[in-house]
């Protein structure tokens, strides 16, 4: 079964707008990582930002922040003030662990195409 | 630092060829993931191993498909026969799984190998 989604096969944004791209998760670990890659046109994977299950605020990296909404289950990567060069594929991904065992699974969701018009 | 490092970054076989793909995670880091990225199936966890150890592979698409993990700095993902359907790219991703602990580090990707098979 699916456990991450990405309902949003693509989006546009104006460049300086914010954009919201969503991920909805599923799992019975009550302890579990959430992580957002990006994926340029180049190819590679790159890491942008994460939160963890029971971290009490939302985490934010420079203008991307992660709404971590935990009762619904759902983990939307905000993008503020788009650039043309955030033009690119995102993956949502969940570590799964096992309690403190934590061995560490990390599975993706299909990914959302962004592309920012000038 | 290096980074996870893939070889070959390109590779085109004849279907029923043997094909091996490399990688070296980056050193220090104890977890390893490979994925299988396609337009249609998108980013899948094929296997991952922790500490050199095969955790899951449940995403191994079948028996042609094989991956080892002889030491701490290598990784193999072996397809034999090949078949045209095998085509993508495969990533191999390292990370540094802390056990017993809530602490989350992100995982590191190589450039990805592009596997043609015709």
């Known amino acids: 079964a699916q456990k991450i989604t990405q309902t949003q096969p693509g989006m546009f944004v104006q460049e300086k707008e914010a954009v919201t791209l969503d991920c909805t998760y599923d799992t019975s670990d009550p302890s579990y990582g959430l992580f957002w890659y990006k994926q340029p046109s180049s190819g590679e994977m790159i890491f942008l930002i994460y939160q963890g299950s029971y971290d009490q605020q939302n985490a934010t990296e420079g203008r991307y922040s992660l709404n971590f909404q935990k009762a619904r289950k759902s983990a939307n990567l905000v993008i503020s003030a788009s650039q043309l060069g955030d033009s690119a594929m995102y993956f949502c991904?969940?570590?799964?662990?096992?309690?403190?065992?934590?061995?560490?699974?990390?599975?993706f969701g299909q990914g959302t195409t962004l592309q920012v018009k000038p | 630092d290096a980074g996870v490092i893939q070889s070959p970054r390109h590779e085109v076989t004849e279907m029923g060829q043997e094909v091996t793909l490399r990688c070296k995670p980056i050193?220090?880091?104890?977890?390893l993931f490979w994925y299988r990225q396609t337009m249609m199936r998108g980013l899948e966890l094929l296997i991952y191993f922790n500490n050199n150890v095969p955790i899951d592979d449940s995403g191994m698409p079948e028996d042609r498909f094989s991956a080892k993990m002889p030491n701490a700095s290598f990784s193999t993902l072996k397809i034999q026969p090949s078949e045209p359907r095998d085509s993508a790219v495969y990533f191999c991703?390292?990370?540094?799984?802390?056990?017993?602990?809530?602490?989350?580090?992100?995982?590191?990707f190589g450039q990805g190998t592009r596997l043609t098979v015709v």
């Open positions: 991904a969940m570590r799964e662990g096992h309690g403190s065992s934590n061995t560490g699974k990390l599975i």
């Open positions: 050193s220090g880091h104890n977890s």
């Open positions: 991703a390292s990370r540094l799984l802390l056990t017993g602990q809530n602490l989350n580090t992100e995982a590191f």
